[in-house]
């Protein structure tokens, strides 16, 4: 197996325990500086019904062993700052570095959200320069910044359209969803008070268009569509789409999770779509973190402008940038304190580092996903052959054949040195493949993923026992989850004393 | 540019492999009218030293160099160079929710901690990976409480965070819940009376924060005894997770909604920060968000998974608990490692110390003729001041004094015309909290 591995990855193995293991009563890696006023006794100012004696079970440890014991767990991460990450619909790029600089600076990460506004000018002037920017990418008319994730944004976007349409007198009851989208979107709709009917994709992949005509009805409030969809494809059709959802007096919604294909190339506004969202942490490079945080701005048509979340960035005479938080038709607050700042000023960042230039980063994208395309094809089954756009969904129907499945072959990658691709989505494809590559990988990169993939595409055919068992070269192999999931254990407990009595 | 890693030579040669003649041919399914003819107006290109320039400049026109007196849901904590230097470990900072195990031990493992510290702070049994926010929280374990008992009225306490009520009401609008606040009563925390009269069988959740908003610190235990015995779950909020150092956890609530903003996140002008939501074992399956289980590998070693993803909206769609999906990952990270940092002994100092400056200020400001005390109930590091005079007019004073004044309450409160809600912290030094009460007195002083 090994002369095939030309990116080998090593993981770290040594052992490190939970840091509750390690704690012994004394140690400390924090001092505060003498307290400086006199001391107040809690014991006597709040008595005991309020006061506890100290958190049971709290680990008390060194500064070393702090920050030993999470650097050996970091070890065991693999990162986009490793290597090649291509989780379909995820849009693992490079996460600058200048941005968490500038992050953190003093005046910038120190603000308060309700210090006054004469004081808070340059975090406004970032927001007000981020939402043009963002506008001008989606050819949208107005925008929020608040909600704090894509779900979150995609609930801001439902609840425009039905404050939109309760004003016209009618709510309406369903929300389309091809059966292609994310689960994120049917889960909102139901939150946003909506039933979801959800359309069978054409052969092709697309939106069957003249199902969709006979679907949309009065009782139909929106489509919520994903451009390019989760296969990849670019809906050819979407201002058809959007004007026979606009002939029924209903809106498009556009998930903008795959934005990435999109950016300065074409622009959602200009399609048809009202109201869309974009993940500021797949688009515009702010760190996924290991799950967060993002930012889900909602960018929108005039006639969704005046139901946006409170407060309303606005412009004063001369220049003074100020919060409008009187605004009667607002849907609400979708989250404590205005948006993700300090994730929004991170995409600020990366856009002032691209200006115009984005564009070439959209058309990396798409050329590395093309490339890997190209040269898989042979070897993967690629059950919707229409262009990718920045990513390619393969399945596994050829390997199948010899009991190899898409878990089984990501499972591989890790040993070649590669994060997976995405697994098992979109559900529309039975044993997806789903590579999204983004612009942040080389050609050298893209090669040796290739590679990878077409020897494990041979080792299925003649050693599937070897991919079966993967990943090999890993801290830990793969793992029970369906023990996990029957006895859940979710915390660690110190060890039970031992007791004589049993039950 | 320079986060691209190709030459033109490469683009060439790849397009060639592909057999396309150029990169227009690859976006030839966007219809042609529709593709952009000329390039974006947006600003740059700017190098690295001109970004930082940027921020530098926009941070200059903030708040730099005042002193503030702000809390109200966000709170000025030390953080720690360790946390930073944790969090931005690349395997950290620029990984994926980890779906992949295998390769994703070490985010799993902290979130693992984190569940385990949320638990010991609460005084609660299960603890999920995070939330977006406290506001969100709070609204997620409304919803998780109506599931648990089929019920649509929610009733609130009007001292939970103004913002955090907000939120339930957006969410609640489409889902057919009921919420009415509850008045606080004379000394500061809930009207137990209001909250029987209005107590039926028809009651979802109890929510009440503690500290309140006002800063004071309710009895959650009886609390919970009224909601339960009508069937109804308490839900508690806290907004202030500092003072769980000192104050005894709301173990006996059915549902904690937590924000782990003060435990070394930056008040970052709003966020990011880490919700989480915290309840007993037997609710786990109603739980919305992330968690992560202990199991073992195909070899017996201990390890940790993503778990009970069958409440979630990848596998469940329209019959989820949440649509969450994206989380406050990093942030719930730094909690961990800055909770790991101040330990037991740690944390029970900064408590102390922020309980004994708040008393201290407190103490300052009562001398001054035209402050008084507004509400008598106990507090931990905020605490409410009716003043002489509009809390704005004594502000602007303040901040000519390169001071920001406490949180005017008279916004969200219209009642509390007078009432300022005060917050000094551990980083809040003596001499400070003394230059602020002399501000105030001065302010108070002056002819109108």
Request: glycine share 8%.
């Amino acid at each position: 197996m090994t002369d095939k591995i030309k990116k080998a990855s090593r993981h770290t193995i040594q052992n490190e325990g939970l840091i509750f293991e390690k704690s012994s009563p004394g140690k400390r890696a924090f001092d505060l500086a003498p307290l400086d006023v006199p001391a107040a006794d809690p014991a006597k100012a709040l008595g005991a019904e309020y006061r506890r004696a100290g958190v049971e079970g709290f680990p008390e440890v060194s500064e070393i062993e702090v920050l030993r014991h999470f650097t050996r767990l970091s070890t065991w991460n693999f990162a986009i700052d490793l290597g090649m990450y291509p989780l379909g619909s995820c849009t693992m790029k490079y996460n600058p570095r200048v941005n968490e600089l500038v992050a953190r600076l003093d005046g910038i990460a120190t603000e308060h959200p309700y210090q006054p506004q004469e004081l808070s000018q340059g975090c406004l002037k970032i927001l007000q320069l981020l939402e043009k920017s963002l506008l001008e990418i989606t050819g949208m008319d107005a925008i929020t910044l608040q909600p704090s994730a894509g779900a979150q944004g995609e609930l801001t976007g439902l609840l425009l359209i039905r404050a939109y349409l309760e004003r016209q007198g009618n709510a309406r009851k369903k929300v389309l969803i091809p059966d292609s989208a994310h689960g994120t979107n049917p889960a909102t709709a139901v939150i946003a008070g909506y039933q979801v009917e959800s359309i069978k994709s054409e052969s092709h992949g697309q939106i069957d268009v003249d199902k969709l005509r006979e679907l949309v009805t009065e009782d139909v409030a929106a489509l919520m569509i994903t451009n390019p969809s989760t296969l990849g494809i670019f809906e050819e059709r979407m201002p058809e789409i959007a004007a026979i959802l606009h002939g029924k007096g209903a809106l498009l919604y556009m998930d903008g999770a795959n934005m990435n294909a999109l950016a300065g190339v074409a622009r959602p506004g200009d399609l048809g779509v009202d109201v869309m969202h974009l993940n500021l942490h797949k688009t515009m490079s702010t760190p996924h973190g290991g799950g967060g945080p993002g930012a889900g701005p909602v960018a929108m048509k005039k006639i969704l402008e005046p139901f946006r979340p409170a407060p309303i960035l606005v412009e004063k005479e001369g220049g003074r940038l100020a919060l409008d938080f009187q605004r009667k038709e607002s849907i609400g607050k979708v989250k404590a304190f205005g948006g993700n700042f300090g994730v929004l000023v991170r995409a600020l960042a990366y856009l002032l580092a691209y200006g115009p230039g984005l564009r070439q980063a959209t058309e990396d994208a798409v050329l590395n996903a093309n490339y890997i395309r190209k040269h898989l094809e042979d070897v993967f089954e690629l059950p919707y052959n229409l262009p990718s756009m920045h990513e390619v969904v393969f399945s596994d129907a050829l390997q199948k054949k010899n009991g190899v499945n898409t878990m089984d072959i990501a499972k591989r990658l890790i040993d070649y040195g590669f994060h997976p691709y995405t697994t098992a989505f979109p559900l529309i494809v039975p044993g997806a493949l789903m590579i999204e590559p983004t612009e942040s990988e080389s050609k050298e990169e893209c090669d040796l993923f290739i590679d990878a993939l077409r020897a494990i595409a041979e080792e299925s055919a003649t050693n599937p026992e070897l991919v079966k068992t993967a990943p090999h070269t890993t801290r830990v192999r793969r793992l029970d989850e369906v023990a996990a999931a029957r006895k859940p254990v979710l915390r660690w407990k110190p060890a039970e004393k031992r007791s004589e009595s049993a039950d | 540019m320079r986060y691209l890693p190709k030459s033109p030579a490469e683009r060439q040669e790849m397009l060639a492999a592909i057999g396309a003649k150029s990169i227009d041919e690859l976006f030839s399914s966007i219809p042609e009218p529709y593709r952009l003819k000329k390039p974006l107006h947006l600003p740059g290109p700017l190098s690295e030293a001109e970004i930082i320039e940027y921020f530098k400049a926009r941070a200059a026109e903030n708040s730099f160099g005042y002193t503030s007196f702000l809390g109200a849901g966000v709170y000025n904590h030390l953080r720690s160079v360790i946390t930073d230097t944790i969090i931005q470990r690349g395997e950290f900072l620029t990984s994926y929710t980890p779906y992949q195990a295998e390769i994703s031990q070490g985010t799993l493992q902290a979130i693992f901690e984190f569940q385990t510290m949320i638990c010991q702070l609460t005084g609660q049994e299960v603890a999920n990976a995070s939330m977006y926010d406290g506001s969100t929280a709070t609204t997620e374990a409304v919803l998780m409480a109506e599931r648990l008992t089929g019920r649509r009225r929610v009733l609130i306490a009007r001292s939970v965070h103004p913002e955090y009520r907000d939120v339930l009401k957006t969410y609640a609008k489409n889902s057919g819940l009921q919420v009415e606040e509850i008045p606080f009563a004379a000394k500061g925390t809930l009207d137990t009376r209001a909250l029987q009269a209005a107590l039926k069988d028809d009651v979802c959740a109890v929510v009440v924060q503690s500290p309140n908003f006002f800063g004071a610190i309710e009895s959650v235990a009886p609390l919970a005894e009224s909601a339960h015995a009508t069937g109804a779950l308490l839900v508690v909020a806290v907004t202030e997770g500092v003072s769980l150092g000192l104050l005894k956890p709301p173990a006996e609530a059915d549902i904690v909604a937590m924000e782990a903003q003060s435990f070394g996140l930056a008040p970052s002008y709003g966020g990011p920060f880490a919700g989480v939501i915290a309840s007993r074992d037997k609710f786990v399956r109603q739980m919305p968000g992330r968690l992560t289980g202990q199991t073992t590998d195909s070899e017996g070693r201990r390890g940790f998974v993503l778990t009970l993803a069958t409440r979630e909206q990848h596998i469940r769609r329209e019959k989820a608990t949440s649509n969450i999906c994206t989380n406050q990952a990093l942030c719930a990270l730094a909690a961990t490692v800055h909770l790991t940092l101040l330990g037991k002994e740690g944390l029970r100092e900064m408590a102390e110390q922020n309980f004994s400056k708040a008393q201290f200020a407190l103490s300052e400001l009562e001398k001054i003729p035209g402050v008084r005390r507004a509400f008598a109930a106990p507090f931990f590091n905020e605490f409410t001041v009716e003043l002489q005079r509009s809390v704005r007019l004594v502000n602007a004073q303040l901040l000519r004094e390169k001071i920001i004044g406490p949180y005017v309450l008279g916004t969200p409160y219209p009642e509390l015309t007078k009432h300022a809600l005060v917050c000094v912290t551990e980083t809040t030094t003596g001499a400070e909290i003394t230059r602020f009460a002399a501000a105030v007195r001065r302010a108070l002083e002056q002819p109108l």
